[in-house]
């Protein structure tokens, strides 16, 4: 059934973080929206990445903290873990979650359609039911999914999609890859007791973050329960009985109880019909310009199908500008630089601005202030657990232009960090901050411990 022309003046596919945030905007600004999902709504974030991460993320630390709690008096008899009971109140949540964001699209006036839908031209969208709709202006926002290696058997190991179904924790798992999920995963598996190899193709951890920050992070996952292999590629896995022999190119042969592939995402195209000329970049990303149109002028694409970063605040920050300037006519200038990250491994990593190497080369000589300690929280514990700190400052200008911490609450702290960034302080502002004792951010703000590099 075909409908009449315009049926909405907006229509998205895909209601994760950027689409449903989009879709709310435009609707709340007016317009008629429609929007299509294929799965659950809530989208990479709430379903299957950062959201359900943090709860395993925050479960393994409890591993470490349970034996601190010892050293400061508590003893328990004996601790066990669930995965049932933790799988199934992290369910429960992500549910209530999802529930939450369709009440809002629907408080809002957002038509629902649950469904797959296709562009089959410039303003006509295809359900897999078959309705055809048209609306004035479409948005892509059908985000990222997993990229699995072209190797022999890479159909034996899984996703972290697929991680969060599991029906029992293996206690072997092998863990493909040295991004942010290598690093999140691998942490999660040592924190609940399973033990891990991770196996990265490279030399460095974290390809693009501060080179010490990569260096203290592959010491720090170094455990019993984990076991980092740099340089270390995979070429075959086959299975053998419960069980895999992952092949690796140095010639090893590893057994696991598990493959977990963490090896990038691709964007999801699928939804795009051939003979639109809509351009795709070289990483796989719908191309856009700062608008977020992509080369079809009323197609529009924010998100982790797009060309930019793969992180839930961008993608939501993306959907703003993209409703704002669409549906209010604001062209307001938001801030998109300096955008803070963090990578939930146990010991956490926050950053935030220019690394050592990115600065050196943007400013020539810059000053670096770097200090290692050992959080008050574990020294009444034998556990030696570290947290370090580097901040970059332009030399000519004493501007801060980059924070890199691997430690307790890293994410939280790079987060403040993130905006006296964006406001330009300088060494100085810091130094004359009164610090907070005692706190880990105190250190901050007491840093003395120099070295000028110049280029
Ligand atoms: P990343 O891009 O962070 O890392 C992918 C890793 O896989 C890299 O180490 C890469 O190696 C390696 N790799 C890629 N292809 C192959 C291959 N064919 N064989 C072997 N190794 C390969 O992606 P992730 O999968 O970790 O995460 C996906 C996205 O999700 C990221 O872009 C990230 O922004 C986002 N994310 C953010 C989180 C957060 O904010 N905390 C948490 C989780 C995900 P190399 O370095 O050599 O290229």
Not at 66 to 92: D, R
Not at 137 to 160: E, Q, R, V, W, Y
Not at 253 to 270: E, H, Q, S, Y
């Amino acid at each position: 059934m075909k409908n009449t022309k315009a049926d909405f003046d907006l229509f998205v596919i895909g209601a994760g973080s950027g689409g449903v945030r989009a879709a709310r905007l435009a609707a709340q600004s007016g317009a008629k929206v429609g929007i299509a999902e294929k799965d659950r709504i809530g989208g990479t974030c709430v379903i299957r990445g950062c959201v359900p991460k943090k709860f395993l993320s925050y479960s393994s630390k409890f591993s470490k903290h349970n034996a601190v709690a010892e050293s400061y008096g508590w003893h328990h008899e004996e601790i066990t873990f669930s995965w049932n009971k933790l799988i199934e109140n992290k369910n429960k949540q992500i549910e209530k979650l999802s529930n939450i964001y369709r009440s809002n699209l629907e408080k809002a006036g957002v038509k629902i359609f649950e469904s797959e839908a296709r562009i089959i031209d410039t303003n006509t969208v295809k359900l897999s039911k078959g309705d055809e709709y048209c609306a004035e202006k479409i948005l892509i926002a059908t985000g990222a999914k997993p990229n699995f290696p072209d190797i022999k058997g890479a159909n034996n190991g899984i996703s972290s999609d697929d991680f969060f179904e599991l029906k029992k924790l293996p206690q072997n798992i092998i863990v493909v890859g040295g991004g942010y999920i290598a690093l999140e995963f691998s942490s999660i598996i040592s924190g609940l007791g399973s033990k891990c190899e991770l196996l990265y193709r490279g030399d460095k951890l974290l390809k693009g973050f501060d080179q010490d920050i990569s260096r203290i992070i592959t010491q720090e996952l170094q455990s019993e329960k984990c076991n980092v292999r740099l340089n270390t590629d995979v070429v075959e896995i086959t299975k053998n009985k419960n069980q895999y022999d992952v092949v690796t190119s140095d010639g090893i042969r590893l057994k696991t109880d598990l493959v977990l592939f963490a090896t990038g995402r691709l964007a999801n195209i699928d939804c795009i019909n051939k003979d639109l000329d809509i351009k795709i970049n070289t990483h796989n990303g719908i191309l856009v310009n700062k608008k977020y149109q992509t080369t079809v002028p009323n197609i529009f694409a924010v998100g982790d199908v797009s060309n930019s970063d793969h992180l839930t605040p961008v993608a939501i920050r993306e959907a703003m500008i993209f409703a704002r300037n669409e549906f209010e006519k604001d062209n307001s200038n938001y801030i998109m630089e300096n955008i803070p990250t963090a990578v939930f491994s146990s010991p956490e990593i926050g950053t935030v601005g220019l690394n050592e190497d990115q600065a050196l080369e943007k400013y020539k000589k810059i000053d670096i202030y770097t200090s290692t300690f050992r959080p008050l929280y574990y020294t009444l514990s034998d556990i030696n657990v570290r947290t370090y700190i580097k901040l970059i400052i332009n030399n000519k200008s004493q501007r801060l232009l980059g924070f890199h911490m691997v430690g307790d609450d890293a994410a939280e702290i790079t987060q403040m960090i993130s905006t006296l960034i964006n406001k330009k302080i300088k060494k100085t502002d810091l130094d004359n901050t009164i610090p907070l004792h005692p706190s880990t951010s105190e250190e901050i703000m007491t840093m003395r411990d120099m070295v000028t590099k110049e280029i």
